[in-house]
């Protein structure tokens, strides 16, 4: 077999105990790297943006980022920094209902 | 670490949430389980990833002392890695996980583990992570 990683779906049942309701909420998730526990829950969510500095990993999750979630799903090679400041200077700045630190902090 | 949680505090709405998520820093062990069998092969080193994890929990506990975050809730759980063999699981964390560091004898053990069980065996990785909801104060 491949590697199977958390089959047992145990990262996502503890992000939906901890966060709730994903309905309406714009997502900010931070070390988004390939997008394996974005794809995971974006689908309930109202808009995601993952920010990853590392740009291999976010071309693994563009080519493997479901179609169902285009829509909906924004990845940016980006630093937390980088992305903070570009967000401060839209009027008004752009605020999130909901960040998450995946692995990342 | 504690710059990057002001820097997410400036992110969110008032009413938003922080989830964060960091391994525990515990070794995590190799586990070879043959049907109901399950035995710990050895531990997984890391040359500087679980410094990483204690400094994110340093910088949780610092941000909440500074009054820029509360914790409202926080549990563990378990991440797992299958692969059906012991050398199909090294390979993948040498070009996943640049950090980590198998020693021999857990090698040695794994492996042998393996070829002494009766039928089928798996081979896993388990870490034990930390999740917490953080609501930001407004000071």
């Known amino acids: 077999m491949a590697i199977q990683i958390d089959p047992e779906g145990n990262e996502i049942a503890a992000l939906l105990d901890l966060a709730g309701d994903f309905t309406a909420k714009n997502v900010l998730e931070i070390g988004s790297g390939d997008g394996r526990l974005t794809w995971r829950y974006a689908g309930r969510a109202e808009h995601v943006i993952g920010i990853e500095p590392n740009a291999d990993k976010m071309s693994l999750a563009e080519k493997n980022m479901p179609a169902s979630l285009r829509e909906r799903v924004e990845m940016r090679v980006q630093d937390l920094l980088q992305f903070a400041a570009e967000m401060e200077a839209l009027i008004p700045p752009l605020r999130f209902d909901l960040a998450i630190l995946s692995w990342s902090l | ?139």
């Open chain 2, 1 to 139: 670490m504690v710059h990057a949680l002001e820097t997410v505090h400036g992110l969110l709405k008032p009413d938003g949430r922080l989830i964060d998520i960091h391994p525990s820093g515990e070794p995590p062990p190799f586990i070879v389980r043959s049907g109901e069998r399950s035995e710990i092969a050895g531990w997984l080193e890391e040359t500087d990833d679980f410094i990483e994890y204690r400094q994110a929990e340093a910088a949780l506990t610092q941000a909440v002392s500074d009054r820029l975050f509360t914790v409202e809730r926080r549990s563990t759980f378990l991440f797992n890695l299958y692969a059906d063999t012991f050398a199909e699981l090294s390979a993948y964390l040498e070009a996943n996980w640049s950090d980590a560091v198998i020693p021999s004898d857990t090698a040695a053990h794994a492996k042998a583990l393996q070829k002494t069980a009766r039928g089928k065996t798996e081979v896993l990785l388990r870490e034990q992570v930390w999740i917490s909801r953080l609501r930001p104060e407004h000071r």
